[in-house]
């Protein structure tokens, strides 16, 4: 198995991806301004934060 490096990775993990949905619900950070912070790619930012409103829709369909 290989280490998990955010710099690389196309997705966020865990705190990191906690952190980024925080802080772009925050209405105060920019996908470059999240990256930049958490010192990761732009498009993992962005990756995340789609997969959480997706994840957040079905949750709103199933209830």
């Known amino acids: 198995m ?10 966020l993990r865990d705190a990191q991806a906690h952190a980024a949905i925080v802080l772009w619900a925050s ?21 995340t934060l789609a997969l959480a409103k997706e994840g957040a829709r079905a949750d709103r369909r199933a209830g």
Do not use: N
């Open 2 to 11: 290989t280490d998990y490096d955010p710099s690389t990775a196309a997705y």
């Open 27 to 47: 209405g105060q950070f920019d996908t470059k301004d999240i990256a930049d912070a958490l010192r990761c790619r732009e498009d993992a930012v962005y990756r």
